[in-house]
């Protein structure tokens, strides 16, 4: 399969992804708090916070389907907003909710989503081909979204934003139901298309798949960035340094933060 499209307008900047000084409430509810990420063309990056932090709202701006208050968010150097419709060409996203056609079959829903993306009809079914076999669900091609559990779902959204191509996947709780061969395949297919180029963004709770999986990972809090790093830099601003699991590392940070904040 041909992986890479042209990279767009990346203009003169390194980073793919740019979130710059986002704010967003809810009524009275701030999300986001000036919140500011950037992020290079090959990346596992792992979006990390408490509940309410902001990482839903953040990845739900970089695909568009949020307006920020104030701030700029920048996909492939398009801006989500004005350049809404280039933006969108360059993102696979997985949403942590997802709203699903339930009457459709898998084949069905994968089709739908590739005559939405324009991807040419040989192209697609030779990608949906392989995806649907990669992932165990060649047989079930078939069935209706409605009758999956959890974990087949997630395999079907995986599917859907691997083969619209991206240069950047937006992963929010992405191996929410999957056993753990998919979660496996999924997290390799991940590093492959990193590798060719593309940019993953994971938000998740599942810190000990982030530290093995993601090569930086940004800690935010009451809507801003509190720390960004490797484990051993965030270790460093955590710790002074020495032994200790992301786990540790996130909680002390957000520790931290919550209690500068009273």
């Not at 993601?214 to 800690?219: A, L, Q």
Request: proline letters at 3%; aromatic letters at 8%.
């Amino acid at each position: 399969m041909g992986y890479m499209r042209a990279m767009g307008k990346v203009g003169g900047s390194s980073f793919i992804v740019e979130a710059l000084d986002l704010y967003k409430s809810y009524g009275s509810i701030r999300a986001l708090n000036g919140l500011t990420l950037r992020i290079r063309p090959g990346e596992i990056y792992g979006l990390l916070g408490p509940n309410g932090a902001g990482k839903t709202t953040t990845l739900k701006i970089l695909a568009g389907l949020l307006k920020p208050d104030k701030g700029v968010a920048r996909i492939c150097g398009y801006d989500v907003i004005d350049e809404r419709e280039k933006a969108l060409e360059c993102i696979g996203y997985i949403p942590e909710n997802p709203l699903v056609f339930q009457n459709l079959t898998i084949e069905e829903f994968l089709e739908f989503i590739g005559a939405l993306r324009g991807i040419p009809r040989g192209e697609l079914v030779e990608s949906m081909n392989y995806y649907l076999e990669y992932f165990g669900l060649h047989s079930k091609r078939g069935e209706l979204i409605a009758s999956l559990s959890r974990g087949m779902l997630q395999k079907v959204l995986a599917i859907a934003s691997f083969i619209v191509k991206p240069k950047v996947l937006l992963l929010d709780e992405p191996m929410a139901g999957m056993d753990p061969e998919s979660q496996r395949l999924f997290k390799d297919e991940v590093r492959r298309l990193t590798k060719k180029g593309a940019t993953a963004i994971v938000s998740s709770h599942l810190l000990d798949m982030v530290e093995r999986f993601c090569t930086r990972v940004g800690i935010i809090s009451n809507g801003v960035l509190i720390a960004e790093g490797n484990l051993d830099e965030l270790k460093k601003k955590a710790f002074g340094g020495g032994e200790a699991s992301l786990e540790e590392v996130f909680l002390k940070l957000v520790g931290e933060g919550a209690e500068e904040s009273v």
